[in-house]
């Protein structure tokens, strides 16, 4: 495509509230414009990307067995009222009335409207197991969008729903997504990993979030330095390493008034509501506690941490749950403020002396312990979450009476599957992981045209005939070529064409007389002179050596 | 693809609310699914077609240099208002609210949205001009959705802007988008006629429909039955045939009454409100007023008719604009029912007894008239407007300031043109033209699977074995397959195969184990015994014979 009729606004200030580099760099390379705070347009050249990940995307799904289809944004509110989430989901859900005074929610999520799709059809265990997927606009009313694509309020997800009769085909249909995941992200040129996540405590069972790695990422990852194994950081077990035998106690001492600690471990309290009960964890004092683990071990789906309230913790009311983390287990001499009392107890023993109902693995692992598959240690990374494939099990299908009869005329409701991926994510992933201060380095796969044709100088005719030829020449070889026709200052070019950072420059500049090219790789500072008749062989020769 | 993997959920009954074959055929066959009013999921087989026309469409409008984007459903509130659109455009634009208050529409249309993404950079002639379009879904709140996807709430558009510095530039692109308009409509396999439409009086010149033909459209379209005429009704000129001398007039008679009339030609009078003035329209009583006409003519953008209000039209108020049909230019003799006087007035002489200001062409055609071309006689058609081509001018460009320095260094408006296609209902007229009464006949250009390949009896070991291997032999020559190797009756299995309207149809049934299969096309309903070594052939002169 000739440039010069491109509709590619770069920039050359630097966007003062882009706070990341994807954001940053697809607004300066013209890929993308805000239209609201945290809706965007995506201008021809992010178009162009966007579409190569979405067909990466079809193969794999396609490759399942994985059937596309397209349901509407306007989803009616009465689905949403019988899985309750129409009060749930709180105020991310955008919704609206129409004209006759009916309420929609526009889709953040498609659980309801497939399962309301399928449950009159997927009426038999014949007809399971199923797999449909959607690419769609989604919109979720997020209070802070910020990072450009990374958490905007619409955006381009493929959702995915599997329907099953027994948690064997449920996991083989997960492990297949799985599988899938791996290839999308591998084929986008993605560095990520597949992460261990948190499915809640009602609902899916298994899940694993795909994370690609950049330092702007929200999500802290734990891995191991010398295995497989990552995990959120909610969700990485702690190993219980103090094997060795308790120290011996000493006399519970308490002195009025909070004191300096030395020589006991300093523990802390914390205390948590659920929707039946009170809660006190107790753990040292240096650990962070991981609410989600509570929350698990409580088997509940709701957890509030009780802030300004301090109960006493060491003479409980009655019916208040006393939990502690592992450590405690193996500790004798632990000293603890309370609040309540205005005093310090000293030579605090937690088996002894608080009334512990259950220890368990309640705190954030921390970087430099133990991996949990006994293999290496923890270290942190930050990810971008861009996919994530989730055992449902049958919490919509019951909500919503889908079900079907299985082999003995019994109704059961159906098994389920979800799996998604952030295409606008993803993008900005790649994003994050494939550019320099300049602009883009786009990965040949999805790069929006591989090679860049530049004329130095369109208004010189040798310059401009040989421009063209090579531009038909390349076209006719099958390349995706962008040709930079404009009558620009050639610093103007040089610039934009870094920021929108096709892998190859073929440069037709003072030696276009002598048939004398220039060819660079974006991500290289080099460029060669080469003769045209050898532009070709040594074009295929450069992309064989880039990403 | 396997039926029985696929979520194809057809209907054996005819439902009850849909009115249309389309509609109704599109149930049935299991391609879209409604979720709420006007509100629809294309189901796996509906998407594919649905995918094969934007396919079509992309192919055309990339042929014409128009780059595709994408724009987002929400559109802040603040563009409408730029254009005075958010008072105007009514209840059909779905409007909502974000968490911190904001309004935005739901896109109905993209003027606003793309004039305020282009307007910085389309700062120059040298940019000009330049082409965009986008395949989005839309919504429109429709007071009684009907027909499916034909008047549907939230529907899949194409639509294109191009922006120019000269009219003679925009006629260009208006007529390249014509043209590939005829284009994409032919690949569709669609009977269709590009009419002359009614651009309004303000804003836009020239405006051609695309209208499908079929009885169930909304539109009226009035055609040449000997040329290439064709224009919506309300557009269709009428010519002055009546060159003859005016008659002698007789002295005007006034009887109280309303009298019955013969001899004279009764004449009615159709009054009107503009922002501005009242007008009265006198027009020979058997013809219709044209109230389209009746506005340009004008030149305003609202008329309304004053219906209850019978102001007297012999005597009429001072500044009362009287405007009459053509037709009355030629006539010496009508008569006229007074209601204001309750008088019947004979021998009426329109020139001499009305003070009318300007005679013109202010009723619409008949069928039986001539053809405005001179050549041949008006019939009607129904048509369903599947697309549109429209000269917008200035009108966005001037109201949000989207300007351009000419060569003169002078600020100019964009010059603009707006181009859409309606992809769903693109799909429903297909539907409308290819169907009988037991399902589709999809032409191949979009057919969901080219060849239905049915196993009558699945579980007869030589039927499945065979089925198989053609299953892969199809397949292997590039042939789109559906397999059906459901344990069904034979009975539903070949109802569900009218129902999806696969083009060919190959059954294997008692004679496979003597390699012989029965070879039919959907629309036919005979079927021809081959034996598997000539099938190929076979299929391909088959595929041939049809659309």
């Known amino acids: 495509m000739k440039q010069s009729q491109m509709f590619i606004p770069t920039m050359k200030e630097k966007p003062a509230d882009a706070e990341s580099a994807s954001h940053r760099l697809l607004l300066r390379g013209g890929f993308i414009r805000q239209n609201a705070a945290g809706i965007y347009s995506y201008l021809p050249l992010g178009y162009k990307i966007i579409k190569k990940i979405e067909t990466i995307i079809r193969e794999e799904m396609d490759g399942t067995g994985s059937q596309e289809l397209l349901m509407p944004a306007m989803q009616p509110a009465e689905l949403w009222h019988e899985t309750g989430r129409w009060d749930v989901y709180g105020p991310e859900l955008m919704r609206l009335k129409d004209r006759h005074g009916r309420y929609f929610a526009l889709g953040a999520t498609g659980e309801e409207l497939i399962t309301s799709l399928v449950r009159d059809f997927l009426n038999s265990y014949k007809k399971l197991p199923m797999s449909v997927y959607q690419i769609q606009t989604k919109f979720r009313d997020e209070k802070r969008p910020r990072f450009g694509l990374l958490r905007g309020r619409e955006f381009i997800m493929k959702d995915a729903y599997t329907f099953h009769d027994s948690a064997e085909s449920l996991d083989k249909a997960y492990w297949d997504m799985y599988h899938a995941y791996c290839r999308i992200f591998e084929r986008c040129g993605l560095k990520y990993r597949a992460v261990l996540a948190d499915s809640g405590a009602i609902g899916g069972k298994d899940t694993h979030e795909f994370q690609a790695l950049a330092d702007i990422g929200e999500d802290t990852i734990a891995y191991s330095d010398s295995s497989d194994y990552a995990a959120n950081l909610e969700m990485a077990a702690v190993l219980e390493t103090d094997g060795s035998e308790k120290g011996d106690s000493l006399p519970l001492e308490k002195v009025s008034g909070n004191q300096e600690i030395s020589g006991d471990i300093k523990i802390a309290a914390h205390w948590f509501k659920t929707r039946t009960d009170t809660v006190v964890v107790f753990i040292k004092a240096e650990d962070e506690i991981n609410d989600v683990k509570v929350k698990n071990v409580l088997n509940t789906d709701l957890i509030e941490p009780l802030e300004d309230v301090n109960p006493d913790p060491i003479n409980p009311e009655k019916d208040v749950l006393i939990f502690a983390d592992n450590a405690l287990k193996h500790l004798s001499r632990t000293a603890f403020y309370n609040k309540t009392e205005d005093a310090t107890y000293f030579h605090l023993d937690p088996d002894r002396d608080l ?193």
Request: charged share 25%; with cysteine.
């Open 355 to 547: 009334s512990i109902q259950q220890y368990d693995d309640l705190r954030f692992i921390k970087e430099g312990d133990l991996s949990p598959d006994g293999q290496g240690i923890i270290k942190f990374a930050r990810g971008i979450e861009i996919g994530q494939v989730f055992k449902l099990g049958t919490k919509y299908s019951e909500a919503m009476n889908a079900t079907y009869l299985d082999a003995d005329g019994k109704a059961k409701p159906l098994i389920m599957g979800c799996y998604g991926i952030g295409v606008s994510r993803t993008l900005s992933a790649v994003c994050e992981q494939y550019h320099d201060d300049n602009g883009m380095i786009w990965p040949k796969s999805l790069a929006p045209f591989t090679i860049h044709l530049i004329t130095v100088n369109p208004k010189n005719e040798e310059q401009f005939k040989l421009s063209d030829q090579l531009y038909q020449q390349l076209l006719n070889q099958g390349y995706d070529v962008l040709w930079d026709d404009r009558r620009e200052r050639p610093g103007v070019k040089f610039a934009d064409s870094e920021l929108i950072g096709c892998p190859v420059q073929v440069i037709v500049g003072k030696k276009a007389a002598e048939n004398i090219i220039e060819l660079a790789a974006r991500r290289e500072k080099e460029r060669v002179e080469t003769s045209i008749s050898e532009m070709a062989s040594a074009i295929s020769d450069l992309l064989e050596t880039l990403d």
